[in-house]
């Protein structure tokens, strides 16, 4: 006999949610896991295609975010445990 949780598990993944629920928290955690600095200055739109979107407040912080992208993606990963975030694109405005 299976648990329940592993059953759960492997349904959710297997129908593509497991997926839109770590986006959820990639989203939902942006300022804790960026930090207080990044986050006054950013905000995640949302996430397609493994290609998180950002809107940043200027030029100046979308150069800065530009030098951190690889480390913000691994954060990002980390906390999901799942390659969920393959690239970065930022908006200024």
């Known amino acids: 006999m299976e648990r329940i949780d592993s059953v759960l598990k492997r349904v959710l993944k297997k129908i593509g949610i497991d997926r839109r629920i770590n986006e959820g928290i990639i989203l ?14 950013t905000r995640p739109i949302g996430i397609k295609s493994g290609v998180l979107f950002i809107k940043v407040d200027d030029a100046i912080w979308a150069n800065e ?15 999901v445990e799942e390659k969920i975030v393959k ?7």
Not at 65 to 77: A, Q, S, T
Not at 87 to 93: D, E, L, R, S, W
């Open 65 to 79: 975010l530009n030098f951190l992208k690889w480390e913000i993606i691994d954060v990002l990963n980390k906390k």
């Open 28 to 41: 939902k955690e942006w300022d804790n896991l960026v930090g207080k600095e990044i986050a006054i200055h």
């Open 87 to 93: 690239n970065i694109y930022i908006k200024t405005g």
